[in-house]
């Protein structure tokens, strides 16, 4: 995969509250979703239901507790990888995702859609 897409973000938030919202249900929702399945292991579900009834299906590839987590996402047609690495940064949390798209996809309604979902994930985790 060749089509790439980068996104950062700092969140004053410990690393250990950041990483549960990419991989416990229950934060997940928070952020992300109207309906969520979670199973943050090699081979375990990956679920996002929106409240517009789009889903993204996937499974998680790696998981690293507080460090890194790799899932694929399905999303209509478009098949990615999405790479989030968690670091400690000046007493909050760096988030630098990297999501992967086969070549001939179209990736541009992805860029706003990161944007959009990790502002909401900064207030959820601010509130």
């Not at 990419?22 to 090699?42: I, N, Q, R, Y």
């Not at 987590?69 to 760096?94: K, P």
Request: one cysteine or more.
């Amino acid at each position: 995969m060749s089509n790439s897409l980068y996104k950062e973000i700092w969140i004053k938030a410990p690393v250990e509250k950041v990483f549960a919202c990419f991989t416990e249900e229950k934060a997940m929702l928070t952020w992300h979703g109207k309906e969520v399945s979670s199973d943050p292991k090699p081979g375990g579900i990956y679920k996002v239901v929106f409240e517009d009834g789009t889903i993204i299906l996937g499974e998680y590839r790696e998981v690293e507790l507080n460090k890194r987590v790799v899932y694929s996402a399905s999303y209509g047609e478009v098949e990615s990888v999405v790479y989030i690495d968690f670091i400690l940064e000046n007493e909050g949390t760096r988030v630098k995702l990297k999501q992967e798209f086969l070549p001939d996809q179209d990736i541009s309604s992805f860029e706003g859609g990161w944007d959009y979902f990790l502002g909401l994930l900064k207030e959820a985790i601010d509130a």
